[in-house]
């Protein structure tokens, strides 16, 4: 394993705000071609690795074939190409990567009762509870198979095995720290923050330092290396928040998250901003176990898309990709740039940021929208 094609090349310096450097990163481009050219491999791979006779063996094909972007193996396999990595080892990695995101996934659905992931049903409404609590699992310990099946010294699998540990116990954290705030505001945008790192940004910086540990890159760079894709997981699950809001999630309607009373960036920064008598309202609206009216949800999804809780997300959005943006200016050239590439391609759809204006503009003028349901309880 090599990664000298890396040393002693010059850092630069860093930037302000979320304006990223361009780089000529022809080098860079290539390694994502490559990443691209390999991601059947993975494909194949993940398929091994969850074979299995029965039910088990069905829901886990299933979740699988269910597909998505794969941005994790590709950060990694463009990562590893870039360090030199071994091919083989870089490619268990990646399915090793793909199979514990997937494991949160199911496990995130079920626990969030969401009925549709990437225009399917997801595994425990098609399958049922029981066979998603077994599939979690069984795609967590599939996770440490592929694992021990990486060619490398000892040594390297153990960094390996206890980088995979840790990153599962804060992702399990930062979940645990949503059901908590779950139909309460009893969490800060700091808490947010910390909760999106330990999940989004964790399962974003897993693949990156995993190849890293790998090929044996330096500690400075490495720990850049998390700090910069941790960020970039910030700004991803702001967007995805976003995305619930305005209704840009294939196959799923919007407002979701305000309907599950779940306390996304967009429902946090309302209610920190509402006057008292809204702020009420919404308190009462997120804490219901009950169903909500259609159009009780669609005058709250109303009512949050004109506010500035848009923009105040947008500006948290931006700040996060500026952080990263730091962390991604002291890394090597050729590195810094695959990862710069890997953040065009991940963050390439965004809200414009008019929106925010035009929302602020319009709080501004008292443009309220549809009249405030009333509260159950005024006394």
């Known amino acids: 394993m090599n990664n000298s094609s890396n040393s002693g090349a010059k850092t630069r310096k860093p930037i302000h705000l979320a304006a990223f450097s361009r780089y000529s990163g022809k080098r860079a481009e290539d390694c994502w071609q490559s990443a691209r050219d390999h991601l059947g491999a993975i494909e194949n791979l993940l398929r091994l690795y969850t074979a299995a006779p029965g039910l088990i063996g069905r829901a886990a094909s299933y979740q699988i074939n269910t597909g998505g972007k794969r941005w994790r193996p590709l950060f990694l396999l463009a990562v590893g190409e870039s360090l030199e990595g071994n091919a083989d080892a870089i490619k268990k990695l990646a399915a090793a990567t793909e199979l514990l995101h997937n494991a949160s996934l199911v496990h995130d659905d079920l626990q969030d009762q969401d009925t549709m992931r990437r ?10 509870a029981e066979t998603a609590i077994n599939l979690g699992d069984f795609l967590i310990t599939s996770t440490y198979l592929a694992l021990s099946e990486i060619d490398a010294p000892g040594k390297d699998i153990a960094r390996l095995v206890a980088h995979f540990a840790r990153a599962t116990h804060r992702v399990i954290a930062g979940q645990s720290m949503e059901i908590e705030a779950s139909r309460r505001f009893n969490i800060g945008t700091d808490d947010y923050r910390r909760s999106a790192k330990g999940t989004s940004g964790v399962l974003m910086a897993l693949p990156v330092v995993g190849a890293m540990l790998l090929t044996r890159a330096s500690a400075d760079a490495t720990e850049n290396a998390r700090q910069a894709m941790e960020w970039l997981g910030v700004a991803y699950q702001i967007k995805d928040d976003l995305d619930d809001l305005f209704g840009r999630k294939a196959g799923r309607s919007a407002g979701v998250d305000l309907r599950e009373g779940r306390i996304s960036l967009p429902n946090l920064l309302y209610h920190q901003t509402a006057e008292s008598l809204d702020r009420r309202a919404f ?5 219901s176990a009950e169903p909500p009216a259609v159009s009780e949800l669609d005058y709250w999804i109303a009512r949050l898309r004109q506010s500035p809780a848009v923009g105040r997300c947008l500006t948290e959005f931006d700040t996060a990709l500026a952080t990263a943006a730091r962390h991604i200016n002291a890394l090597p050239e050729l590195l810094g740039s695959v990862l ?11 809200l414009p940021a008019e929106t925010a204006a035009k929302n602020v503009a319009a709080s501004a003028q ?14």
């Open 340 to 350: 710069e590439i890997g953040r065009q391609k991940l963050l390439e759809q965004r």
């Open 283 to 287: 308190e009462a609206f997120i804490g």
């Open 119 to 128: 225009g399917q049903e997801t595994v425990w409404h098609r399958f049922g």
């Open 366 to 379: 008292g443009r309220h929208g549809p009249a405030a349901p009333t509260l159950a309880n005024d006394n």
